[in-house]
């Protein structure tokens, strides 16, 4: 006992020597002082690398929750987005009815619904606008679809309206004529991006493509609203068919009209070209009817 009281008391001393000086610094310590020392350097180091370890995982936890979070916010933009395309669609369709009821009005039909109902006892059947082929579709798309059909079916009863008051200006005014001829390289709603990379983005129009110096004609009669360079467009020309309709000619190698100029259904305004942010040479024509994009195949004759 007394041998290991005698080296637990043992001292320990350390010489200093600054440089540039005379006098040597001596320190001493007892081996229970080094222990402790070096016991609190281990606890030190020890705590060091387990603060440093929490903080490196904190860090990760927060960069996880702020990408949850910016997860979220896309998805509550996306439903809100949805949102507002449905209540459109709503609006649209009632619309629609509003329409089918002066077209019958017009032609004499009754509106008025005089028949007896019996409550459902639980038939079912029918063909409801329902893309069960396409259940893996994202909404976004779903609803884009169901618009298309809705602009379908409004398209129609707009002309069955003209037709009912016998309005001409209103038939050279809807935009069916092709505007050159070629094939059609893109259609109209969500695709993959052309310039690569695996984002995909909406199309409002369709791109046809064709040889460099096409003739390009207006696909209605109207009021040339805008003739010049449009962004990514490249030389584009815009006409105002009135009856809310307008119809844009984008990637042009030469434009032949003016703004203010009135042209007429079939007369040339373009030249086929490629410029703007283009992969080649096509038409880019996008049909707009109270400035929404329209598919412009429910326009244009097969």
């Known amino acids: 006992m ?39 350097v281990l606890i030190f180091i020890s705590a060091s690398f387990t603060i440093s370890y929490l903080f490196c995982k904190s860090q990760n936890d927060i960069q996880k929750v702020n990408a949850l979070k910016a997860t979220n916010s896309e998805q509550t933009t996306t439903i809100r987005n949805l949102g507002k395309e449905l209540e459109q669609i709503e609006k649209q369709e009632l619309l629609i009815e509003e329409k089918q009821t002066k077209l019958k009005e017009l032609m004499g039909i009754s509106t008025e619904n005089n028949s007896e109902t019996t409550p459902s006892r639980g038939g079912q059947g029918g063909q409801d606008l329902v893309y069960s082929a396409q259940r893996d579709m994202d909404e976004p798309e779903r609803a884009q679809r169901l618009k298309t059909e809705m602009d379908r079916q409004e398209k129609e009863v707009d002309e069955l309206l003209a037709r009912a008051n016998n309005d001409l200006e209103y038939f050279r005014s809807i935009p069916n004529q092709w505007p050159v001829s070629g094939e059609i390289s893109s259609y109209f709603g969500w695709r993959s991006s052309p310039f690569g990379g695996r984002s995909e983005s909406f199309h409002n129009g369709i791109d046809i493509a064709n040889n460099v110096g096409c003739d390009i004609v207006a696909a209605a009669d109207g009021t040339v609203i805008q003739a010049g360079w449009l962004g990514a467009y490249g030389r584009t020309v815009t ?13 042009n190698y030469r434009l032949l009209v003016q703004e203010g100029e009135q042209v007429k259904k079939g007369d040339v305004i373009a030249t086929l070209g ?29």
Do not use: V
Not at 5 to 17: E, M, R
């Open 2 to 40: 007394k041998k290991r009281w005698k080296q637990k008391n043992k001292k320990y001393t350390l010489l200093l020597i600054p440089q540039n000086a005379d006098r040597t610094k001596r320190i001493s310590l007892s081996a229970k002082t080094m222990i402790s020392i070096a016991a609190g």
């Open 239 to 251: 006409i105002d068919h009135g009856y809310g309709f307008k119809t844009m000619y984008g990637h």
């Open 274 to 302: 490629s410029s703007g942010r283009s992969t080649g040479p096509h038409l880019h024509f996008t049909i707009f009817k109270n400035d929404t994009p329209l598919d412009p195949m429910l326009f244009l004759p097969e």
